[in-house]
Structure formats: structure tokens, C-alpha cells
């Protein structure tokens, strides 16, 4: 199956902060999800991004689906973007392959 | 709506015991999931389905059976629970595989723990 590698595995910042998450997949998928776990465990959704750049408020995403990987810039970090950020590549039957998780953790 | 929904939210079992946990969603998605996490890792797929009726294995089966006899539910069964399946576990769904925006959402999970 597919591999996916995340780093760094732990990311300490201050508030206020910008940061970049990297996601590398061992072979092609069809699309990349990026999701944040909030400490109460709960997924959310931050992007579906196949290919090219999305942004949504701070953050955006940019995946090169030619070379493998996708970026997860965080800006002007703040507390309430700590938790376990996960990207997930795509492949046959919608099925997702998951990486092992970046995680972060914003302090005052 | 709801979106993706799981019942129960929490379970204590003894080993060898069986239980069902439940997955619904009204966003009718063809395609449902359930997947693991357990601590420091990443979700891990354990059974999935693309319809009505069918059921297909993932990457960690063992242990588990999966029922999908109406689109909206799925069913993910323990009949002999051990205490290795203590963990997390998560439903998703999306569209089906032809559909050219197939995001995946997950429902809260469910925190099992076989003693």
C-alpha cells in the first residue's frame, strides 16, 4: 500500500508564528485530504487539494502531485491550532492512507 | 444535517465479549469506511464499502465483520472482542469512486476499551 510520512512529528510554537507541516507519499494518489484532530479527538476537514494551492483564512496547503508531497503552512499561529494535524493520500476505492500525524502545540 | 454519526461514543467490554458499533449518515454517500487509531498513529483502514450490499477488507480485518444492508448505515461488528481492539475507532464517507470530488468526512469516533 501506500506510504505516508509526515514531519517533524512534533512542532512547539508561539503564538503569533508561521509553520510548515510536509507530507511525502510513496507512490501516486488521486487525491490528498488534510485534516486537524482537536484535542477532544474530533477530525476536521481542511482541504482536498489534488494538486496546486488552497487557502482557507491562516492556513493553506499546496500539493506537487508530481514529486510526491504537500505543504501545510500555519500563519499567525494561535492556541486554538494546536492538535495532531494528519494528510492522507487518496487511492483506489476512495480509500485513504494515512500518515502518522504532526503534532502541534501553540503556547501563549 | 448531521453529517456522519456514531453510536455509542464510549464502550467498555470484557474479553471475548461481542459488540456492534453503528455508523449512519444522510449525506447519501455510496461509499462508508471504518477505520482504527490508536495512540501515536494515524488512522488505519479496516473495512470498507462502495454500496448497498457489499463489504470489502482493508488493511487490518482480522477481528472484525462489517454489514451494510441500507445505504445510509453501516455496521461494524466484534465477536470476540480482545484487548489488542482496544482503540478509536471512526466512520467516514464520501461519494462514489467515479464522482470527481470524492472528500472524505468522519464521523466523532467511538473509544473502545476491551479489558
Known amino acids: 500500500g501506500i506510504q505516508v510520512e509526515q514531519s517533524p512529528p512534533d512542532l512547539i510554537l508561539q503564538e503569533g508564528a508561521n509553520s510548515t507541516l510536509r507530507c511525502n507519499f510513496s507512490d501516486s494518489v488521486n487525491n490528498l485530504q488534510w485534516f486537524h484532530q482537536n484535542p477532544w479527538g474530533q477530525l476536521i476537514n481542511l482541504f482536498y487539494?489534488?494538486?496546486g494551492t488552497k487557502q482557507n483564512g491562516r492556513l493553506s496547503a499546496t500539493t506537487v502531485a508530481t514529486e510526491r508531497y504537500s505543504l501545510l503552512y500555519i500563519s499567525s499561529s494561535q492556541t486554538t491550532d494546536s492538535g495532531v494535524y494528519f494528510c492522507a493520500g487518496q487511492y483506489g476505492n476512495n480509500r485513504l492512507a494515512f500518515g502518522k500525524g504532526n503534532q502541534v502545540v501553540v503556547i501563549p | 444535517n448531521a453529517g456522519v454519526t456514531q453510536t455509542p461514543k464510549f464502550r467498555v467490554l470484557k474479553t471475548g465479549q461481542s459488540m456492534t458499533l453503528l455508523c449512519a449518515q444522510d449525506m447519501n454517500h455510496e461509499y462508508m469506511y471504518w477505520y482504527r487509531q490508536d495512540p501515536g498513529m494515524g488512522l488505519r483502514l479496516i473495512h470498507y464499502?462502495?454500496?448497498?450490499?457489499?463489504?470489502a477488507k482493508g488493511e487490518v480485518p482480522d477481528g472484525y465483520n462489517v454489514s451494510r444492508l441500507k445505504k445510509q448505515n453501516f455496521l461494524l461488528g466484534l465477536e470476540s472482542a480482545a484487548p489488542s481492539q482496544t482503540s478509536v475507532y471512526f466512520c467516514a464517507s464520501s461519494y462514489d469512486g467515479r464522482a470527481s470530488y470524492n472528500e472524505q468526512f468522519f464521523g466523532p469516533g467511538t473509544r473502545l476499551t476491551v479489558l
Open positions: 464499502s462502495v454500496g448497498e450490499g457489499t463489504t
Open positions: 487539494i489534488p494538486s
